[in-house]
């Protein structure tokens, strides 16, 4: 049996989960958001992927803090990096401006988390 939180609401519930992946008894959810955040958690778990890339302009040079703007695959996490570590930006971007649209083929934009 695996015991998790459900992150989808500030309820926080603690869920418990058996079986297998087509199978699965998933308890303790107060809503069906629930059973859905359990069972991608057990079949593909996702995170918000946060990173940096570097920037250089005429003036200055540094690090870019970015992250994608949803959760993605865990198992696609070391891929992405590596086109993330390949990124230099060389112009002045705004907090939330879309880095790199659809990363890795999925939804996910990887996106600036600060103002340069
Ligand atoms: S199961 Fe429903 S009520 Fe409970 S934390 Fe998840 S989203 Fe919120």
Not at 46 to 63: A, I, P, Y
Not at 72 to 84: D, N
Not at 87 to 94: M, N
Request: net charge negative.
């Amino acid at each position: 049996m695996i015991h998790m939180y459900c992150t989808e609401c500030p309820n926080e519930c603690y869920l418990s989960v058996e079986g297998n992946q087509e199978n699965l008894e998933i308890r303790g959810h107060k809503c069906p958001n629930g059973l859905k955040f359990a069972r991608e958690e057990v079949t593909c778990p996702k995170r918000v992927l946060t990173s940096t890339v570097f920037f250089r302009d005429e003036d200055n040079e540094g690090l870019l803090p970015v992250r994608t703007d949803r959760p993605v695959p865990l198992s696609r996490q070391e891929e992405l990096m590596g086109i993330i570590n390949q990124i230099c930006v060389q112009h002045s971007v705004k907090r939330g401006d879309v880095i790199v649209r659809g990363i890795g083929g999925l939804e996910a934009d990887l996106i600036a988390s600060a103002s340069i």
